[in-house]
Every structure is written in structure tokens, then in C-alpha cells.
């Protein structure tokens, strides 16, 4: 068996499955955003780690080092939000090649920085070595819940709405705006720009989290869109061995987004479906809330909150059109590591 | 000017007065073995990370996969250690190229397996991509401290004793023979083993560390040596703005280095001195302590604890031979992660 077979989460399934030491007060290990601890007395923390490496992750000639630096400190802090919980201490390994200036590093800096100030990040430590020949960049978070409020993927149970924040597929387009040769698509400046600083700029979404904590709603799961929605989705859905029915008209699509895809013929709708790299979070709430508490209070938060479908007892996603027509999804769509998009 | 010129801690120290966020919550930030963070109502917890990269760190000829995860887990322990810290909780990031099997992350989690259970850590999570050409392996730990007892690398005074655990330069030599080829030294089987697993199997010294907090020994200074005894040393010293004696006989040197150098003309003080990746402790006491408390409960531990100098006023570190003379160890020795070896 090779590694393209087994795919990403086979081989993650297959160390979690082989681990020799548990720890009491692991709560929730390998498998979510983060995992769940509990070392302090009162509230649980909440450790996570992402890499990004060039030509995987980002291309030198796509990113500015500022935007790099922003990003690698926004998709962990994106991972500690769908967990409902607030980022605190980062620390940070960078891989460099002898061929990167100081001046890189600076700016790289730079992008980081703004991130750790507006999320209110400190960054502690970390590791700086050589690399022989690509950037390697990785960041460990450690962030606190509220109390022991804490969100999941497991949870969701049928009937439960389904949310998510912001609009979908911005950055999955972004992204091949960057890398197709500049004539190839037509669209003004402005419309390229907005789309394409979705991909650069990732906002990650700790506000609704946090208000989110503090509400009464009952977040019955949540997690972050980093691998395109169906498949994150996908995520919620086996945890509970459930299904979903999204609805085709709910899913919300930036005017950006749409403008662009009718000028050049692009699938808006596939972008925010499987598109990858949204950073928004989605989430289920258990419907008597929703009923009981208005559904107004959640979806008036900034950036919008859309409620976009349901979970259903029958497994598998289901789309439903304007029309009513209900349409299965084959199979999760997104991005494995070790195959390319799927 | 290049990264060279900057060096690894240039580099360090440089985005450490840039930092734009800083927390009250971090004791300790960058430029120590860990950060020391107060989230704990009680106790103090400490964060460290490592990137070990192929070509740079290890080589996949000299290092077997189950060696290379035990190291990854080992020489972050080490880090908590050095800050008398117990580890707790690790993410790990793997950046694999295509051509890495199956069997060989099979061995090397059986590795990293093996160190999490002998040292009781949990591993919660991580992120596995994938890397275009060479294998990228980073861990993050987090550890929690006694009380709010921490050992940094600031603290040391004038007078007080240095101790180090076990023996010095096995590594460096191990290192050595690995990569030469098999018949350039003489040596038999055995020692040539003795000295290669101390650089292929490091043990981290949790135990000794977690002894002196329990201790009524008051631990001025501690680091663990990964980059060579003067360079680390040369850390305590430039936090206090001190120097230090060194006393030669006494430097702890294992029977298989002193064998080994004789029989193939090697310089094993160098070695011991300079060496690097011995992942025993260096730590400083107050000579009060030493003189009352008995400094035989220090020197009976397993393994061993030798004191080799004292702290001085004076700065730079000389080293005192058999017969009294003082000769000044121009610089610190050690590796320079841009330059190389120093």
C-alpha cells in the first residue's frame, strides 16, 4: 500500500489507532480541529498545529511574504475558533532555505505580527533551522475555552440546522485567479482583487465562536472549512453516521464570486460546495434553540451567519434545488494531500 | 546582509524585539528552552517546539525511521526537562515526499510510540501533508511545571556550582562514525554501537530535572545541551552577563568516547565540549545549597551529576587543566544552523 491509497486521514485514523500512551485528561485527542485538554482546574485548552510548505501549500510567486506571515498565524487561529475557543500562545518552526533573504523574513514577520495583534496571539518560541531546499513554515496554537464549553465535530444529531459564516468558494476561485496567466479570464480589477485577497487574506471567524460560547445557543457541532464544504461537512456527518440536505438557493455566494463565474463560465456553485481554503466555520444548532431563541440573533452577526440546511438520520449529502429536486452528492469533494483534489 | 551573516539567534533576537503582541499571561517568551506561560490557575505550563529536517538533522541512510520518531519526541522532552517541567501533550506535523512508504511511517510512529510511553505523552494531534522533495518532521509539546517552580536559563550569580548530567561528546562522536565510512576507524563492534546510540537514542534527563524541583536545591539556571556545552553554556552566561571556569578533569567523558579517541587519535575533550545533541543537562546551584545540602544526593543520581565550574563575575569561559593552568575558550563552539559548524 502506498501513501496515495491510504490518503490523509487513513494514515491519521492508523497512528490514532495504534497510540501506546492516554493521557485522563486528554478530552478529545487526534481527529477534530484541535484537541481538548484539561490541565487547568477551571476551563479546557485547546492545542492545534498546522504546516505549509511551498509549492503544497503556497507559491513564493503567489504570496507575498506579509501575506504568508498573516496566513500561517489565520489558520490556526481558524482551527482554535471551531473550537469555540481563543487563541493565546503560538509558537513557531520555519524551515529556510539558504537561498530566502533576511528581508523575506522581515516581511514574513510583519504579516505575522498583524494577525497575532488583531487576534491577540504572543508568540513564545519556537524552532529556526535550515532547509535544503523548500520553505517550511509550521505553527502550534494553544488556545482556552470558556469554561468548559467547548465544540466538536461529533454532536449533531438529525434535525439540526445547519450554518455556516461569511460566503464560500471566494478563495477557492482566488486561487486559481493567482495561478492562471492573467489574460485568461475576463472581470475588472476590483472583482479580481476581492476574490483573490479571500485566498491571500483569510479572516478566521473567532468573534462568532466566542459570541457563539457565550450565547445560549447549543452549538451541537462545529468545524472549520479548510478542505471545501462537503467534505468538512463530511467530517460532522461521520462522526454521527448521519447525512445532510443542503439547500442550493442558502448557500452563500459572494457577489464577486457570482459576477465572476458568469463573465468567465466558472461553476460558482461547485466552488462553494468543494472549493477549500473558506476559513468560515460551519456549524449545527439544535433546532428548539433556533425556534426558541430566533433565528434573527444569530444570523445578524458580522460577517453574516446563513442557515443552509439540515441533518438528516439518512446518510449521505443531498442538494436541494430551487425546484425542490433533490440531488445526491457522490462523495465528499476536496483536497487530499497525497492525491491532489479528489 | 544574508542569514549567514545574521546567524540562527540574530535571526531570533531580531523578530523578538519586533513582536507586537505581548501577553502577561507568558512568564517566559522566546529565547529559552521553552516558553513559560501562566494559564493555570496553579501551575505554570511550558511550550516548546522542533523541526527536525532530512539532510539537515538526519539522514534517512544513518537513522532508522523508529530512531528518527523516537528523536523527534526525545529532544523536545529535553526542552521541558531543561525547564523542570513534566511533558504532557504533543501535535506532530509530517511534511512527506511520495517517494516515503507505508512501512517506513508504520516504523517511524513505533518510534515516536515508544518515547511517548516511556515518558508518558500524549500525542493529540498534528497535520500531515504533503512535502515536495525532503521529509519535514515538527513536534510541539507542552508540559506543566511543579508548582510554579521553572528552571531558565537567566538566574545563575557568581559563585554558584555547574553541574551537567551524564557524560559529553558520545553524540557528537556517534555522529561522527555514522557518517564516515565503516572502515576509516578502528574500534570494535560494540563501542562503536555504545557511542552511535547515544546519538541515534538520546534519553532526556525528565527525571533528574523533576528530582531537583522536588529538591530543596535552588536551581539558579538550566538549559539543556543540544548545540554543545560551551554554546549553551555561553546562554546562562550571556543572560547574567557572567563567564565561568571550567574545570578540565573534570568534565564527564564516557569509557567508550576516551577508548575510541585514543585508539583512533581523536580529540575527546573537543568532543565533550563542543560536541552537541547530548541532550544532558547543564545547571547552575546556589553554593550555599551545595555546601548545606550535601552535594553527594546531587552526584548519586542516575545518571550521574558532575559538577564541572563555577560561575564568575569575569566574563568569557576559561578552562582549568589537571595542573592549574587557564586557558580562554576564545568563543563559543557549536552549530550555527546558516553557517554551519562554528
Redesign the interface.
Known sequence: ????Q?G?FG??S??QS??????P??I?????D??V?S????NY?V?????L?????FNLKTHTPEQLGWKTMAVNISDIAAMGGQP??A??????P?S???NF??RF?KGL??A??KY???????????????L?I?L?L?G?TLKKKVFTRSGARPGDKIFVTGTLGDSALGLKILESPRKKWKGSEALRKKLVQRHLKPEPRVEVAAWLAKSKFRVTSMIDISDGLTQDLGHILKAGKLGAELWEPDIPISKPLIKYSIINGLPALELALSGGEDYELLFTLAPDDVTNLGIESITKADPPVTQIGVITAKKGIRLISKTGRSKALQRPMGFN??KGKT
Open positions: 500500500m502506498d501513501l496515495s491510504l490523509e494514515l491519521i492508523r497512528f495504534r497510540l501506546k500512551y492516554r493521557s485528561q486528554v478529545q485527542g487526534i481527529g477534530d484541535c484537541a485538554l490541565l487547568n482546574n477551571g485548552q492545542l492545534t498545529t498546522d504546516a510548505v511551498e509549492t503544497v501549500h493565546k500562545f509558537v513557531l518552526s520555519l524551515g529556510i539558504s530566502v533573504p533576511v523574513l522581515d514577520y505580527n498583524q497575532s495583534q491577540k496571539v504572543a508568540l513564545v518560541g519556537g524552532d529556526t533551522v535550515a532547509s535544503p531546499k523548500h517550511f509550521n502550534a494553544l482556552e494531500h497525497f
